[in-house]
């Protein structure tokens, strides 16, 4: 493995050698970013600092405005290859996620928002930088044959940004074969790189029961249908369906969030109606299905024991994401080659969050991976000062790690670079 500079990771590879050498710039970028956070689709700030960058860095292309403040950058390879034998320009996409949270940052360095209540707590800074610097390394070599398609996608945090896009014509624009996108992580160490060959992230649906009881005073609740009660025996028999209808090989999570009933102000009056809010996470379709089933048929059995109806609304959100066979062995052999096979986790359990980079692999075959940035602490809380970043995401105290931006740019590269061989030099 080849040595880095002080303070950067060791990784081998030409992609990483050549993406080190402007290190400082893409730290000083992704701390301007950080600077200046926005939300989901509206990323103007971010959009433009993106398409400037893309700009300078010599790509062939620069569409912006796709759902609304999406970019998009081609950079054509060169015209010889190994995927050219079917005939069609192959293509190959890479995403990166730009858009903030909606939080107030707590961190004291000179990067930190200047927005009160904005902050990006989830390092799509980063990610965003990390597609620039892979942007500027195939730029300046292009040795690769066919188009990178280069997606920066507003507001993944929980706006619908990569539906959005597909909904605007992204494929029909840019019809890659495949396409990668990664995530930072700070239970995993710098250097270190992880994926599955299945799932890896959840599918997230969102319920909601609505239950109408009859109201009345609470000294004579005997004349009354009390929704409240009606609420308790649903949010402890939902509990059943996991345990005792999902396979135990298989995973699900059913959490009810919230709940909503009378007046706080009104002491002695029973509402007449009562409001639970939750979210599922399955991986699975079929487990997706029976327990948005087993939900319908439970609460309403529940409801009707004691007199009452109860309305259940499952609105699925976003579909897991899952990674596809082959993707996942190229993004796997990328990974081995840039940081070595002991330090690729190549079987790393999937998360119950979500992401909505799902709705691209729903469209199109690709992989989805996990960049380790920072050492998970004990008691949970880790450390951000001067951009260390190992605090998990969504904390107010959460930074990137500047430090794995190189990695992050030359794992992109190389996904390229193997998806769009060029031909063998003849000798």
Known sequence: MQAGRPGQLRAS????AQISQFHPELTAFRRDLHAHPELGFEEVYTSSRVAHALKLCGVDEVHTGIAKTGVVAVIKGQQTGTAFTSGARPMVGLRADMDALPMTEHNEFGWKSSKTGLMHGCGHDGHT???????RYLAETRHFAGDAVLVFQPAEEGRGGAEAMIQAGLFERFPVQSIYAMHNWPSMRPGTIGINPGPMMAAADRVTIEI??????????????DPVLVAAHIITAVQSIVSRNVKAMDSAVISLCAMHAGD?????????????????????PDVQNL???????????VAQGFGATATVTYERIYPATINSPAEYTLATAVADQLVGPENVVRDLEPSMGSEDFSFMLQVKPGAYLRLGQGEQLPDGKGASIGGVGSRFLHNSCYDFNDSVLPLGSALFAGIVERSLPLKPQAV
Do not use: I, N
């Not at 930088?129 to 942007?135: D, H, I, R, Y």
């Not at 109408?212 to 249908?225: I, N, S």
């Not at 327990?291 to 048929?297: A, H, I, M, P, T």
């Open 13 to 16: 590879g030409r992609a990483f």
């Open 129 to 135: 930088t990390m597609l620039v610097g892979a942007a």
């Open 212 to 225: 109408a009881g009859k109201g009345g005073h609470g000294a004579h609740a005997y004349l009354t249908v």
């Open 264 to 284: 706080p102000g009104a002491m002695s009056v029973v509402a007449g109606s009562a409001t639970l809010v939750g979210t599922v996470r399955t991986f699975r």
């Open 291 to 301: 327990v948005e089933r087993r939900l319908q048929d439970l609460c309403t059995s």
